[in-house]
């Protein structure tokens, strides 16, 4: 066959132009690599849906350069206060603070994923690296040795697009998937859940971001993310009429449950099913999956969007030197697959669903105890800290993966990001690129990180030297290194495809 039948219109087509898609597209140009992203919507999601960017997301973002201009759009909160909307008690406090020495300026971003959505639009479109098409509604895919076709209607006429990859971000309800023969298995919960934006007609306690009923079986609560401006999030039983869950009158009781006498202004309202649910697999040949496409979990804990946006990170890369090794190192592809599935079922679907069944299952005495009981237990710094890692999406790690060596506990999980001897930190240094990074004495010929007394929750023997991937993720530790060990090391992990950094 002639090279022109593997003419290709991009590196990478991205099916979807929502956060996970355009974040995508922004970390494929961070490594260099072109994308088109076919997105159906000529304007971006009207409903605010997530409201929230947790830590783990922001440092992604970061390395990408888009987070400075969410940040000036949202609300950056350094802790977050929980109150019993009965009687104004607090349930619980979280001081993202006590993480100030693994991250640079821990907190929470409030910002509706509307806002997110038409920021990440913004930063695609000035991209150069980044092709975005409006109103390209993709009909079909046809998958080849070495190339995928991708399908699809714009302006009225059927057009085709070809790449070495695509991955599909169009959500639960797309084409990529069940194009792959892929279902999303799991599980419904017997609950509904009404989320909508409410704007209030009176300031609360400013320091107070959430509000939540534990005195009435199931789930009502809320959260501000913008002054006034709170998401109302309540169960509806199974057996209630869907126009009676969304009628104002029931709204209006939802927002006395929350709030009291205070009058409100409703921006939208959604009804839906909450569900626990995964792809069988994340890669098939050359198409991958990302976000909703791949795993739907419950809206509890505001993890949806965010783990995404953390597929996307995991992805970006190995299709960067994927592309670039020449299609050689098709490991790197089966260990996004084997690390985001196991991310998605050992650590977010755990975390969400053990929230839901409380929040759903508990009855009101069972859930004042455990309120209870969970204030006392986290007001420690210690507590703090392992509860703000947990919310903010920092304690996962990946043990089945093909590229880490999960033989050491370091290994899979982010580095933390220390501050360094001479001021800056470890991600600032990183700079979203792999690195090494040197723990103790050990004299290395190349670049590296040095961390003369790392923390004891390292659990290294110094001397040390751990290998650290674009995503910010250790791949290995290697004790008692020497220049051999550490050169095997990091061609373990990225497959040979990413040269041992030199001194120039």
Not at 265 to 291: M, N, P
Not at 356 to 368: D, E, N, V, Y
Not at 391 to 405: C, Q
Request: glycine share 8%.
């Amino acid at each position: 066959m002639d090279e022109a039948a593997f003419r290709a219109d991009a590196p990478v087509i991205i099916v979807g132009g929502g956060p996970v898609g355009l974040s995508l597209a922004l970390g494929l140009a961070r490594y260099g690599v072109r994308s088109t992203v076919l997105e159906r919507a000529f304007e971006p999601a009207r409903e605010s849906r997530a409201a929230v960017i947790w830590p783990r997301t922001q440092d992604i973002l970061r390395d990408w350069n888009a987070f400075d201009a969410l940040r000036a759009a949202g609300s950056f909160v350094t802790a977050f206060r929980a109150l019993n909307a009965c009687n104004e008690a607090t349930l619980l406090s979280i001081d993202f603070a006590a993480l100030d020495d693994v991250l640079d300026d821990p907190g929470a971003l409030l910002l509706p994923q509307s806002d997110t959505e038409r920021i990440l639009r913004a930063l695609v479109t000035e991209q150069p690296l980044c092709e975005l098409r409006l109103g390209a509604e993709v009909t079909g895919l046809r998958q080849e040795a070495r190339f995928v076709d991708v399908a699809f209607t714009q302006d009225g006429r059927d057009m085709t697009l070809r790449a070495p990859y695509v991955v599909g971000c169009d959500g639960a309800h797309g084409i990529v998937r069940n194009t792959l023969g892929l279902s999303l298995e799991g599980m419904t919960y017997k609950s509904r859940i009404v989320l909508s934006d409410a704007v209030l007609d009176r300031d609360f306690d400013e320091d107070a971001r959430v509000r939540v009923c534990i005195d009435q079986p199931g789930v009502c609560a809320a959260i501000r993310f913008a002054p006034r401006t709170w998401r109302v999030i309540a169960s509806v039983d199974e057996t209630v009429d869907a126009d009676i869950a969304l009628s104002e009158e029931a709204q209006n009781a939802r927002i006395h449950r929350v709030f009291g006498e205070a009058s409100s202004q409703t921006l939208w309202t959604s009804l839906f099913k909450i569900h626990r649910r995964h792809a069988q697999r994340f890669v098939v040949g050359r198409v991958a999956l990302a976000g909703d496409a791949a795993h739907l979990n419950s809206p509890a804990g505001g993890q949806g969007m965010n783990a995404g946006i953390q597929d996307a990170a995991n992805l970006a890369w190995k299709l960067a030197w994927t592309l670039r090794s020449g299609d050689r190192a098709t490991t790197l592809l089966e260990s996004y697959d084997v690390e985001r599935r196991e991310m998605v079922t050992d650590t977010i679907e755990r975390a969400t669903d053990r929230l839901t069944r409380i929040a759903l299952g508990f009855s009101p005495r069972t859930k004042r105890f455990a309120a209870r009981t969970m204030w006392r237990a986290v007001r420690g710094r210690g507590m703090q800290r392992k509860l703000g890692r947990a919310l903010g999406m920092l304690s996962g790690r990946y043990t089945r993966s093909p590229i880490v060596d999960s033989r050491h506990p370091l290994a899979g999980r982010r580095i933390d990001d220390l501050r360094l001897p001479d001021g800056p930190r470890i991600h600032q240094q990183r700079d979203g690129e792999a690195a090494i990074v040197v723990a103790g004495d050990f004299a290395c010929s190349l670049p590296h990180i040095r961390v003369p007394s790392p923390p004891k929750r390292w659990h290294v023997k110094l001397p040390a030297v751990l290998i650290v991937r674009p995503d910010g993720c250790v791949a290995s530790v290697v004790e008692k290194p020497t220049l051999a060990k550490v050169e095997a090391a990091w061609a373990h992990a990225f497959c040979g495809t990413i040269p041992l950094p030199v001194y120039c």
